[in-house]
């Protein structure tokens, strides 16, 4: 188990996901759905919790050393 600060406040999960920054651009060929490329957008990468999915305020919880939440505004 790990220590407190390392896990989500709201439901203490030790698990988090990102929301990409990036998208694929697909092509129907053959039947099917191909990759053609994938495109960075300038989005900044979101981390949310992998259970609940509160999401992380990323700044915060580097700069205080634990997992701390965004405020809904």
Known sequence: MSTKKYI????ESE???????QYDVL???EDDFIVQKSVSTNDKEKIY???C???INVAE?????RVTLTIAE
């Open 61 to 65: 919880s580097i700069a205080n050393k």
């Open 15 to 21: 698990e988090f996901i990102t929301e990409p920054n």
């Open 8 to 11: 989500c406040p709201e439901c």
């Open 27 to 29: 092509v129907f060929e």
């Open 49 to 51: 919790c992998r259970e």
């Open 53 to 55: 999915w509160s999401k």
